[in-house]
């Protein structure tokens, strides 16, 4: 493999050390404003909200449409006036819609009347990319023991009111962020309630297809379903980690990709993989109290989420829950046995939990809203060479803050990035082509793996890009 050889390149590592002591120096890692989101997000509004949602009685995908007080219409109502309420506080700063699509009789084996999936969507409109989007989400529909059973009461007050409490209340705290004289997003964040994800994550796949037709450039989903439990089945109280799922590469990928992989590393980095450190890495810089879990798989052992309709459409997506489940109060009809108390209801979530969980959630989007944009085009070389050289394409935002980019790696076994090395804007100021070139010195590229992120002036840093092309 042939390496390329830029003298300036060479000079000017001769002082880069010293270069990047100082310009480390010259922001912060920290944003205030981060800590001020965890502050604002109430306990009191989840609780009442999850408690407002199982009072609907049924959110079943094919409940009442018609009751203003029962049933997955109501519900769904509901949904958007909160967010249209919430839009009317910060000067019609969230763009509220419903996505509808009919689903016939048959489409599956849950499916047994004709019914329209209805999703809610707000939309925190960026001011320099409103075509990127980062997305939480939350499932509307409820069930019990029998998933076509649509007129048992199933109040579904963790699985799924707690997600879509979730995503209200971070809409209500970012919103804030979103007016006149406020530090707007650069990037557009959408709150996504969706529905049909018990009869077989339809709402979740209409979504996903529709933002592939029109376009969008999702910068990830988190899915949030079941976000407010601490009493596992296994006997375990927890209310401080939480588990992330996220598969290792894009089921999309070609098999030229696949065929790369296998001789040039990225098993465990797919762009899925990267939302999922990022969120890690987010939650333990402001919220060290949290133990985030790294899960290696897409879900749980057999299961699915409403992150993997967008997974399929080759967009990053992850899945956010508790990291110990009570299946006696998962899917089940209220009822008590040998005094044993089944069923989903309000007193099965602990709403503190649900509040920390939000919170994660709503500084993820923060930072993915305030921050720039990923390097693209992200390339590697260093074949039998001391050194190890990436490339990639400057990040086009004329008017961001971008102060210079943060190499990133870590040994091939270790789930975290480990080292980094922030590299100014100014490194790169005789580069004029589109593509910038940096040389890690004495990093040996077979004993490693390697990232590139964008950084803002406050601290904002993208999402981790994974090289998926050779310099030669």
């Known amino acids: 493999m042939k390496l390329l050889h830029i003298p300036l390149l060479f000079l000017l590592l ?7 002591a100082q310009k480390t120096d010259s922001y912060s890692e920290y944003d205030p404003k981060i800590y001020e989101i965890i502050k604002n997000i109430s306990t009191k509004n989840v609780e009442k909200d999850v408690k407002k949602l199982a009072e609907f009685g049924t959110r079943h995908t094919l409940s009442d449409t018609v009751s203003e007080t029962r049933g997955i219409g109501a519900a769904r109502r509901w949904i958007k006036a909160e967010f249209d309420k919430i839009s009317a506080e910060c000067n019609g700063c969230l763009e509220v819609s419903y996505q509808r699509n009919l689903l016939k009789k048959g489409a599956n084996e849950r499916i047994v009347n004709d019914v329209w999936i209805v999703n809610v969507v707000a939309v925190l409109r960026g001011t320099e990319n409103p075509n990127s989007y980062a997305i939480m989400s939350g499932d509307i529909d409820s069930r019990a023991s029998d998933v076509t059973n649509y007129t048992i009461d199933a109040p579904g007050a963790n ?27 650069k990037n557009s964040i959408a709150f996504a309630a969706l529905s049909g994800e018990e009869q077989g994550l339809f709402g ?17 989903v988190i899915n949030n379903d079941m976000i407010g439990n601490i ?28 065929n790369r992989r296998r001789y040039y590393g990225g098993e465990i980095d ?10 890690h890495s987010t939650t333990q810089k402001y919220m060290p109290e949290m133990n985030p879990t790294m899960i290696y798989r897409l879900d749980r052992f057999g299961r699915g989420g409403h992150h993997r309709p967008f997974n399929d459409e080759g967009f990053a997506g992850v899945r956010i829950m508790e990291s110990h489940e009570n299946y006696n109060r998962q899917h089940q009809d209220i009822r008590e046995e040998d005094g044993i108390k089944y069923g989903d209801v309000v007193e099965g979530v602990n709403f503190d939990y649900l509040a920390k969980l939000t919170s994660v959630n709503a500084i993820v989007l923060a930072n993915l809203g305030w921050s720039p944009l990923a390097p693209q085009n992200v390339k590697i070389g260093g074949a039998v060479q001391p050194s190890t050289t990436l ?56 004993n490693y793996l390697f990232g590139v992120a964008t950084v803002d002036e406050n601290g904002h840093e993208s999402i981790v890009s994974f ?3 050779v310099i030669r």
């Open 270 to 279: 797919g762009i899925s993989r990267q939302l999922a450190r990022y969120i």
């Open 204 to 220: 979740g796949q209409f979504m996903a297809k529709q933002a592939k037709k029109d376009g969008w450039d999702i910068i990830g």
């Open 467 to 469: 090289p998926r092309e």
């Open 231 to 258: 009493e596992g089945v296994d006997g375990v109280i927890d209310n401080r980690s939480f588990r992330i799922f996220s598969e290792p590469t894009p089921t999309t990928e070609t098999e030229q990709e696949r």
């Open 14 to 20: 001769l002082f880069s050390t010293l270069s990047f």
């Open 391 to 446: 490339s990639w394409e400057k990040t086009k935002q004329e008017k961001s803050t971008i102060i210079g980019y943060k190499i990133y790696w870590r040994e091939t076994t270790a789930p975290q990035w480990q080292y980094a090395r922030f590299v100014p804007k100014e490194f790169f100021k005789e580069n004029t082509t589109e593509q910038i070139i940096f040389v890690l010195e004495n990093i040996v590229i077979d």
């Open 159 to 185: 699985d799924n009111a707690t997600g879509i409490a979730g995503i209200l209340e971070a809409a209500r705290v970012l919103s804030k962020y979103h007016v006149e004289g406020k530090s707007k997003f």
